[in-house]
Nanobody, 113 residues
Framework: QVQLVESGGGLVQPGGSLRLSCAAS????????MSWYRQVPGKERELVAS????????NYANSVRGRFTISRDNVKSTVFLQMNSLKPEDTAVYYC??????WGQGTQVTVSS
């Protein structure tokens, strides 16, 4: 069955960096585009970044463009989100998503001094 397992979240100071990973299994990873979403309590889940199956086409939310980078390793079936210059407003639970509504369990990112 499809499984998506995120890791790499944590507490970081403003201006710091984190790298999130999402390990996928149960499907042919390179056949699917992948996305990162985030959600804060009381708000809808929002799209942060997406990448196509080949890793050549990426898209970003305006709020993170230039600070976050999405990438993937199709050999290791893993998608990454490199987050630099983090701001307190980036605090959220981050989820990876595969099309047809498959989600990971989420990883908490907290940006605070």
């Amino acid at each position: 069955q499809v499984q998506l397992v995120e890791s790499g979240g944590g507490l970081v100071q403003p201006g710091g960096s984190l790298r999130l990973s999402c390990a996928a299994s149960g499907f042919i990873f390179s056949n699917y585009g992948m996305s990162w979403y985030r959600q804060v309590p009381g708000k809808e889940r929002e799209l942060v970044a997406s990448i196509d199956g080949g890793g050549t086409i990426t898209n970003y939310a305006n709020s993170v463009r230039g600070r976050f980078t999405i990438s993937r390793d199709n050999v290791k079936s893993t998608v990454f989100l490199q987050m630099n210059s983090l701001k307190p407003e980036d605090t959220a639970v981050y989820y990876c998503k595969r099309p047809l509504n498959y989600w990971g369990q989420g990883t908490q990112v907290t940006v605070s001094s």
